[in-house]
């Protein structure tokens, strides 16, 4: 847009030459965009299915296509009438209504992922082993009080700006390692689960399914910015919330009711129906070792939960800090009843008799939410659902890439490559980083076995070495870059050591409580306070020759210097 109005601005003579560009602008608006979208993604679904002979399941593709295509046009539009700044695109230049702000910070972690992954666990292993609602819902909590406030007040724009004032520059992009790992593999990890999806219900392949929405996630983020993916936001969640809400008469219409399909699921997960193990669990000769493991995962999802850009980018997007604390309190309240369709249709699956349904019962637990909107609703409910579930697999993916593209354009080109670069320079950056980082992230959905190993080893290495970095940066004023550098690799080593038997990586450290090739020692929260330790020791034993730097906002006035010269 900028680019157009500067035209229009231009001398008499430069107007022919830029007519041709504002005609093709006016031809591809977002509406004939998506239209066309539509269009093509349609015809190439048929030639499909007469080239594979593969019957495809029309009305849950119509449903899914159209949802993609007015998600796109909100995302479009939902840029116009901004400033087009740096911080339109991060943080939606600190000005989102509150209602929205509301949906988009719920949806920081209510995505596909947490929908499937709490039904997978309540039909699996019971309300004992489904950590992440309560869990998430807790991180949410804390890091409102603790970390949101105090981000918020200094303005930052990313959550590696702390780390940069702190540490240093280099140090920040060395940080940035394990962020945009994360990031990058947690897209990979639900494209790959919603191509699965797809392949099941829908008819289309594993890899037209990643394609489609990977494609439509990439467009709407790079025209908007936040603004699109906090837009979008609120139609995923609604839509997914709908389509659960929906399915739950019709699934426990096949069980005898709510009463009866609980009382059953109750008698067979006996010792699994609390949310927390025994208090003195590691005497329990039922749990033993598997305490600690307990504890361990559920700590890595509390305090790993805190170091997500995605998480902050929303924070930082509030009006002031106190909105920003309430916000995030407020979507760990919303995060825990979120969690309720998805249990109840989890508790559906396992009383479902699936013989009865025509099918057998499903082979990996984790397509219990696609039986059941297959095999225990109406096609058209089945659809609604369907089209929801991707919605929200999509909005988790776009966070993601927006996330990681702002951090290596704010944090590691500006300062290591370009420190004058203006905002239409950034902004270009991020918009090339999220097209190069959406694209890895389907590369590696599309050819990856190991992409939930590679992410869980990402998430931990979020958790064991990002977390107690920020922590240091915000609340210990003595924190030094050698005692960051030194806390990363203490971090990063004890993790590592402990190997990744899904990656088939020998452990090298002896850890104790091995049950059948499975550390029961809780090692991430060991690594995760040893490098915090290591932080404070380190940076106290080198006071004298590398002074602390004092936790300040770097850009703020540069930033302020570049809006001026950009008006």
């Not at 900028?2 to 560009?21: G, I, K």
């Not at 709490?118 to 807790?138: D, H, R």
């Not at 389509?243 to 059953?264: D, R």
């Amino acid at each position: 847009m900028s680019e157009f109005n500067t035209a229009a601005e231009a001398p008499s003579t430069l107007e022919n030459q830029t007519m041709p560009d504002k005609n093709r602008a006016k031809l591809w608006t977002p509406a004939r965009t998506s239209i066309a979208g539509f269009v093509v993604f349609t015809a190439i679904a048929y030639i499909y299915s007469l080239v594979s002979n593969t019957p495809i399941y029309w009305s849950g593709l119509m449903m899914t296509l159209i949802l993609y295509c007015v998600i796109y046009y909100i995302g479009a539009v939902s840029i116009r009438n901004k400033r087009g700044k740096t911080d339109d695109m991060l943080v939606a230049g600190r000005a989102m209504p509150l209602w929205i702000s509301m949906f988009t910070m719920t949806a920081t972690w209510v995505g596909g992922g947490y929908i499937t992954g709490t039904a997978e666990n309540i039909y699996k292993s019971g309300f004992v082993w489904t950590q992440a609602p309560w869990c998430y819902s807790v991180s949410l909590i804390v890091g409102g009080i603790f970390y949101a406030k105090k981000m918020r007040r200094y303005e930052f724009m990313t959550m590696l700006d702390p780390l940069e004032a702190r540490f240093g520059k280099r140090m920040a992009s060395l940080l940035y390692v394990p962020a945009v790992l994360g990031e990058i593999f947690w897209s990979a990890a639900i494209l790959t689960a919603l191509g699965t999806t797809f392949g099941m219900i829908l008819g289309l392949s594993f890899t037209v399914s990643i394609i489609f929405s990977a494609v439509v996630a990439l467009a709407y983020t790079v025209v908007g910015g936040l603004w699109a993916v906090a837009h979008t936001d609120v139609l995923q969640l609604s839509i997914m919330f709908i389509g659960l809400f929906l399915t739950l008469p019709f699934a426990f219409s096949h069980v005898g009711g709510v009463s009866q399909a609980f009382a059953h699921y109750a008698e067979g997960m006996q010792g699994s129906m609390s949310l927390f193990p025994p208090l003195m669990g590691w005497k329990d000769p039922a749990w033993g070792d598997m305490y600690w493991n307990w504890w361990d995962f559920a700590l890595l999802l509390i305090l790993g939960g805190i170091p997500w850009q995605s998480y902050f980018q929303r924070v930082l997007s509030a009006r002031d800090e106190n909105v920003a604390m309430w916000l995030s309190i407020t979507a760990g309240i919303l995060c825990a009843f979120a969690a309720i369709p998805p249990t109840l249709i989890g508790i559906a699956g396992y009383n479902a008799d699936w013989k009865a349904l025509g099918t057998t019962a499903p082979e990996n637990s984790s397509m219990i939410l696609t039986y059941v909107f297959k095999y225990m609703t109406p096609d058209f409910v089945g659809a609604i659902a369907l089209g929801g579930l991707a919605a929200a697999v999509m909005a988790a993916v776009a966070a993601s890439m927006l996330s990681a593209s702002g951090m290596a354009a704010w944090n590691v080109y500006r300062p290591l490559l370009k420190p004058q670069a203006n905002q239409a320079q950034l902004d270009r950056i991020i918009k090339r980083a999220i097209i190069i980082i959406g694209s890895a992230a389907t590369l590696i959905a599309l050819s990856a076995k190991s992409v939930y190993a590679l992410w869980y080893l990402s998430s931990d290495l979020v958790y064991c070495i990002l977390f107690p970095q920020l922590t240091a940066a915000l609340f210990y004023k003595g924190a030094n870059k050698y005692g960051s550098l030194a806390g990363y690799f203490v971090a990063f080593l004890l993790r590592v050591g402990c190997g990744e038997r899904l990656l088939k990586l020998p452990p090298i450290l002896p850890y104790p409580m091995i049950h059948d090739g499975v550390v029961l020692f809780p090692f991430r929260t060991f690594a995760m306070l040893a490098g915090l330790i290591t932080i404070f020791v380190v940076s106290y034993l080198t006071r004298n020759i590398c002074p602390p730097l004092p936790l300040t906002n770097l850009h703020r006035k540069q930033a302020g210097e570049m809006s001026n010269i950009s008006a």
